[in-house]
């Protein structure tokens, strides 16, 4: 009715600007992808084909030339009843017959068009700043490079540990990680949901005096982002952002760490969103799946399923949620930060300085705490009857103690690779019973040595237990050396292939040097993951193989839909 007002349009135009001018810094470093979508934007559709320059150059020239007046005729032309009206509602279908009919919701329409006391929207200021006042300054105590890999590691005057690896793989990028021990596992299971939830809850409230409104207008036209996390066994934050926005994004990471935020309305809003995704999500038979198969897989531990029920937000408090949160990132000097990114560190020591170095500290030196949540341990086979479609899904873990160690883990995950690709060709090619099927292996380190190795497929109902049976056959050629050198081959260079690609990704050092720190591991082992690869055999796979996946420790869970149990207990009946 009242239409735009002049902030909606300027915000509009910042986002729209920002997105353009990142494109242009990053115009030498696009993907290949991004190109080849230009040509074919062209081709189908006959799109310009136009450098990032050209559409910045574009963008400045026309976005200054629309006003907001514009709009608003434009919106009043679209709300033409001439152009009718189309309403759509989605719901369950037990509730539809509480859906109103189609001339009570034209009715809802009319009553609010005619309401004479609808207000023209006013706008607040915008705070200039997200932080009052600039913080303490603290200093750069300690200072290491590791030669081969160019990772600076900075201690500073507050305990935090900083990791610092310059790269030119994006003109316009700077990515973060930061993780501190502890999480959940320092709270009771009475305290679970609340301190589980406690980062989304702050998010949806906003920081200091600015809502999450207000926060979002803030940030319009910049690019940079900090999300935290309180996850089982440790709490952190990750992030981005441009070289322009950088002081922005450090600004937003203390801010993150010290100014929380109780707005009751947003965290009954936030409760009441989630309660209603979370109960449609329950009545989906997948999600049904993946909640049962972890009760079973975790030993029916009561951390073990991570979904919450009814209860559990209903008990959630508001309060001792926020007093988690503070805990939680109360104590920098147990913090290890991870940065990644085109950085000058002649610019960026100063904002470590001001921003990390500045955060409080109390020197706990806490650890997590292990929950003991582990697999079961011997033979399990369970059906879920789930659903009407005629589907199933395949879920096959076998899991137990490992000596951790970085050649081992690259043998085990060429394992996972040859056997995905054997699956395809018996249970995918030869058998004609599955779309996809793969197998995984993952190790951990904490919170105790252990490794597990899965076994994944969709099929239909009446395949299987011939599916089951032939995957688990590959496994056992596997492990009795019934493979080619070519089949290992494969695997080591396709290996290779992504490691020469992913080395030249921030993303990568990001996850590497995170990964490293957790483990204890030397940086000078990130660029011999190559070597791993090529130093795996076919004879290391074969006794790896069989010491680990000896199925003393087997799991297999199958989704079948409900009509199967009904036909089970008619057939236990005649017997």
Not at 172 to 181: G, I, N
Request: aromatic share 8%.
């Amino acid at each position: 009715r009242h239409g735009f007002i002049a902030g909606d349009l300027q915000r509009a135009k910042a986002s729209l600007l920002n997105g353009f001018e990142r494109g242009a810094r990053e115009a030498d470093k696009r993907e290949s992808w991004r190109i080849v979508n230009n040509y074919i934007g062209n081709f189908l559709n006959e799109s310009p084909m136009m450098s990032p320059q050209q559409r910045l150059e574009l963008a400045q020239g026309l976005l200054p030339t629309i006003k907001v007046e514009e709009l608003n005729v434009l919106v009043k032309e679209w709300m033409n009843p001439a152009y009718g009206k189309y309403i759509t509602i989605n719901g369950k279908e037990e509730s539809k017959d509480a859906i109103p009919a189609e001339e009570a919701l034209l009715a809802m329409i009319d009553k609010v068009k005619a309401d004479p006391n609808i207000e023209p929207y006013k706008e607040e200021e915008i705070a200039s700043s997200l932080l009052a006042a600039a913080p303490k300054k603290g200093s750069i105590t300690a200072e290491e490079t590791n030669a081969a890999t160019g990772i600076t590691h900075l201690t500073l005057s507050n305990g935090a540990n900083v990791y610092v690896k310059p790269t030119t793989f994006k003109n316009d990028e700077l990515r973060m990680t930061a993780f501190s021990e502890g999480g959940t596992s320092l709270y009771s299971d009475e305290d679970f949901w609340n301190a589980s939830y406690a980062s989304q809850i702050v998010s949806a409230s906003g920081l200091g005096e600015m809502s999450a409104v207000e926060m979002n207008k803030f940030m319009t036209g910049k690019t940079a982002n900090v999300a935290t996390f309180i996850g089982a066994s440790e709490e952190g934050a990750s992030g981005f952002s441009s070289l322009k926005d950088m002081e922005t994004f450090f600004q937003l990471i203390h801010k993150k760490f010290t100014e929380v935020r109780k707005d009751e309305e947003a965290f009954e809003s936030w409760r009441s969103s989630l309660k209603s995704q979370f109960a449609i999500l329950i009545k989906s038979p997948d999600i049904m799946f993946q909640i049962e198969a972890a009760r079973i897989m975790t030993d029916n531990h009561p951390r073990g399923v991570g979904f919450p029920e009814t209860e559990d937000f209903d008990g959630m408090n508001l309060d001792r949620s926020l007093e988690i949160y503070e805990e939680r990132f109360a104590d920098a000097s147990d913090f290890n930060f991870v940065f990644v990114g085109n950085i000058d560190m002649a610019t960026f020591k100063p904002m470590l300085e001001t921003y990390i170095a500045s955060l409080p500290s109390l020197n706990r030196g806490e650890k997590a705490v292990d929950f003991k949540i582990r697999p079961p341990k011997g033979q399990i086979n369970k059906n879920l009857y789930l659903g009407v479609d005629a589907k199933s899904q395949v879920t096959i873990m076998l899991s137990g103690d490992y000596e951790y160690n970085q050649q081992d883990n690259a043998t085990m995950s060429a394992a996972a690779s040859i056997l995905t690709n054997k699956m395809v060709e018996t249970l995918r090619e030869e058998m004609g019973g599955v779309y996809g099927v793969g197998a995984s292996a993952g190790t951990s380190k904490d919170p105790w040595e252990s490794f597990r190795f899965n076994i994944q497929f969709p099929c239909k109902p009446d395949n299987v237990d011939a599916l089951v049976e032939a995957a688990l056959g590959e496994l056992e050629k596997i492990k009795a050396g019934d493979f080619t050198d070519e089949d290992l081959q494969k695997v080591i260079t396709a290996r290779t292939n992504n490691f020469d690609e992913q080395v030249k990704q921030n993303g990568y050092w990001e996850r590497s040097i995170s990964s490293y720190i957790k483990n204890d591991l030397s940086f000078d082992e990130i660029l011999k993951s190559k070597e791993r690869s090529e130093a795996i055999t076919k004879e290391g796979i074969v006794q790896l193989t069989n010491k680990y996946l000896t199925k003393e420790n087997i799991i297999k869970i199958v989704k079948l839909p409900a009509d199967k149990e009904k036909e089970l207990n008619q057939e236990i009946k005649k017997n």
